[in-house]
């Protein structure tokens, strides 16, 4: 009987939980956009054959100019039912036909999935940073603060791009540049949250009872500094993806990389010949990301602050 | 003796001070001295030490100076309090590299923390919000290597049926549980190692009377089973005279006074004890109380000699009256209740530590008759030794200050003031 | 005695996303003119929530669905229980926040001015970037402008002549209240009364201090367009609209009305028995010790002379000898001015000490009301009995625990809600909920056990 009302409880929590998360409209929208964009991504990666996506990594499928010769200087199509989202053009050549609905489930898979990388990677880092420096203090909490003090006076894009340029400019790289910007952030936040939970006396406690340092880090103030990372996390991977497709609009990766960012920088040259479409369409698949992450996230926090539960 | 301290002190650096050795006074010379089985009261206001000091001894907080020698041997103690008062550093460093809790490298410290332990006021802050409740109460087990992790959750059920909560609970987490519940698991924490000694800091606090009572009958039921020690910190003078057998006072990080509880608290002796005892509100008896003026000094720089006498309404000439407060204090009457007499051109000026000028005045015997008078009210008055005439004002010199002791009283206890200053010592 | 407000049957629901919170459940009490009200009772029991909802100040998920307050003749609570009673379950706290607006707006003039409270935390209740003189100030500035306005201008009216008159009736009749304010009026200075009482009570300084700084009281003469402004002011009985919304003009009276609510804030602290006043209303909240910021917290409360002042667990976040300050100062004041107090405190002791009647609240009822003596010599609920044992004494006797848990209000037990918990409880009790019975003068209890057969 006793684990019965155990696991009822627990059940009962899940449910307010998920009560308290549903009561947030908004909310509920971003998270159904949210598992369109990670649903594309998976299906992409798995079987991209079920959504007609040919040649996942390259904006260009194999032969696609030896396959469609009339192709070849083809202006861009605007939407219509055949191709919902138009169609571009790419490269000097101007390879055109290209369907830009293709172009942009191609996309998000890999903005997804490096945002994902990104910030999970960036998140690691700078949770375990944080929390070290903060509980133990002193000089070594000192360092950190400082290096992530230099890291924030630069503006983030900048020194991205740098990175970028010492160590090449390709897709892994964009990841490596963004990860360096990125986890002074975390690093901080885990700071700060260690920092209020090392008060409570629950620490105290621990350390009367003999737990040592690593113990009280791993047992104590991780699981309670989690929570709220996780929530960042989630509203950061929106972040990510519009910094990623800024940083491939101006020129950071190679123009064959299907990223949202990059078919913009396409649908730059085009746009001003009254062919709009190619560039708003990647825009609004971006911003309709970042929205949607940031609209689950706030209804996260609402999950995860006792305040707002009752 | 379960636990005795000598001059244990805690000062803590100001962050950000604008030199290094400003200092927060929080505990000073404290001399604790905590028996086997016995129920110890340490009582005084937020911020008077209480909870540093009793911090201190589980080495939470490390000390700044002094010793805390744990489960030593009476003879030992004896022997080292010789080795002390006769200044032979050589055998008392000897001692108390056995005893003290100082000396332990951090491993046998985290083995000795079986035999110690604490339960803190917050019930809500002081379980992790994300341990089941055996967790909880297995982690000081295992920690301190008690028993094995099965052992411990073994024992972690029995142990909440000990402080009175049903098995069932084992599975459940702190915030599905009132304050009181969670007090008793706080308490099945802390003595689930079985401790010798436990520190209880304000243990009732955050809870209800009706609670209250549970909990300080499950602590009581408690040390008469398993003979713990305990020192109970708070600032509820019921509840130590509910529980404790001897208490110690604690006023602005030092001890004013130590007793039994029946002298303490009925026949307190000195004037801080006396004024708390007359504030605390009792059920069905309204009386006179002693009001203290002010607030608690500023423990970065505590006032001179006694911490007490600024607030104390027996203060006398030697209690550690400074040149600057008696000239506030004379400069209020001047210029307030004694303006009639003085008018408007009186001036105090402070020539040095010994010294104060009243300035604007003819003749000493105004200012004579106006010390006369007011003494009984304003204590610091009675800080000035003489009133001299010189040139063209008065000069007052005053008492120099005497740094009190806990004075040993004829029935046992101490008191540290002034007050209670053997004959022998010699009177100024 | 007649009774400055008066609760009838009020019923207080949360709503949660875990359900309803019954906070509170029919209480009936009254307050008379004059006296110190006790409320007692452990946390959840809605000792809080009472005060509250005096004022006005619930949260907007809590609906009353039955119950008055009743102030001066008027139902402080009939926005709420008409809402509530109009929608039933479909209860919105979006919709009840409109409500508790409007509910705000008919308040004006009665809350902070008629009835003040005085929170539990002083550090929070008092804002920690403004001085604190200038929150006493502005609490009067906000409610009785005139009042401030009459000062500055009767100052500056009066003349030595009408000083040395005014000297000369204080020293008759030996400060009597009622005799000033008719000279002051008679005169044409109304308002001087005011500030020269308040120095003649003073008890830190010398008489021949205290003359001289009344004799100092005339103000420098105010510039015709200032005087005009003021003149305005108290013959409105507020600022005129034209005043507070025209952007220079409104500086202009608030400056002046904010420095005289400074004076008339150093008057009141010193009369709260703060020395050097007119130092500490210029200091900020965190300047300031335990006991002298709940000084100012009571003085924001009194600075309108308010005819009910609701303190919730006054002493509480304080030492015992700043309780003691406290307690005192609640003896002192109540002696001085004309007010009713309700002091809710879990610490019975405490109430014991100030108060003229205690009310023992449970599960959002009030159980039993009797005088201060009879409570404690002859406590009549269970409850009551038993949370007078739970307390120590000094006397060491033994001490008992209610045994059981205070009851989840959200689905309190039937009949009477101490009843799981009560070592006399009988058949009746689960059923059916207690009717009030008067066993002696001036007792009210809430118990079976008192009916009589």
Redesign the interface.
Known sequence: MATVTATKRRWDDVR?SA??FL?NKTAVAGLVIFLLFIGDAVIVQIAPGLLGVDNPDSVIPPQFTQTNPECVGAPPEAPSWSHPFGTTQYGLSGIGCLDLLQLTMKAIRIDVAISFFVVLTGAAIGTLFGVVSAYLGRWFDELLMRVTDVFFSIPFLILALAVGYVVGRTLFNMALALIIVWWPLYARYARSLTLSTKESTFIEAARAAGSGRIKIMVFHIFPNVLPPILVQISLDVGTIITILATLAFIGFLNVLVPELGVLANIGLGLAPLGYWWTVIVPGLVITAFALAVNLMGDGLRDVIDPRR?? | MMLATFGLSKHFPIRGAFRATTRLRAVDDANLRIGSEEIVGLVG??GSGKSTLGRCLLRLIEPSAGEVLFDIPDETLKEYEEARSNADAARAADIAERFSLLRRSSSEMRTLRRHMNIVFQDPYSSLNPRWKLTDVIAEPMISTRFCTRAEADDRARDLLREVGLPEFFENRYPHEL????RQRVAIARAISTHPRLLVLDEPTSAL??????????LLRTLRDKYSISMLLIT?????V??LAEQVYVMYAGVIMERGTKAKV??EPQHPYTK??M?????????KV?T??RG??PNLVDPPQACRFHPRCPVAFEICGWTAGEIAEDLE?LLR?????TFGDQVQVVVESDERLRVEGISGPSNVQTLIDNEKAEVRSLSGIRTVIVQGGGVVLDLYPPVDPILYPTPDGRGVKCLLYRPPAAGSV | MADVLSVRDLHVHFH???GVYRALNGVHLALRRGEVLGIAG??GCGKTTLGLTTMALLARNAAIPEGQVIFDNKDLVNLQREYAQRVGDRFRPKENERILRRLGKAMTGIRGKRISMVFQEPMTSLNPVLQVGFQIAEAIYLQDPARLARRVLARSKATPEAIQELLGVLQKTDGDEAAVHDFAASRGLRGLEEEALSIWRRR???A??KE?AIRGLPGPDLRGAERRLLETIVAAGSIPPRYSKVPVLSRIVRRLLIREGYRAARDLLTSLGI?HSERVVRMYAHEL????RQRVVVAIALANNPEIIIMDEPTSAV???????I??LVKQIRTSVNASFIIIS?????L??VCDRIAIMYAGRVVEVSPTEEI??NPLHPYTR???S???????RP????PG??PDMRSPPGGCAFHPRCPFAFEKCPTLVPASFHPAKDQVVECWLFEET
């Open positions: 307010l009560t308290v009561g539960r009752s | 206001e937020s009132s304050g009181g519940q209800d009377v009706s609670v209250q009572a549970q909990i300080l009958n600032h509820n003078i019921a509840v005279a509910y608290l009925r004024a708390l007359s504030a605390v509100p009792i059920v069905g008896e309204r109380r009001i203290l607030d608690p209020f307030g209740k004694y303006y009639a | 949660t996303r875990r452990e946390s830190d300084i010398h021949s201090r001289k020395p010790s335990g006991g002298m030492d015992v000898t700043v309780q003691a300050q307690l005192e879990h610490d019975l002791a405490v014991a000490d404690l010599r038993l949370l007078i739970a307390i120590p004494t000094l006397e060491e001490v008992e625990g209610i848990e205070v």
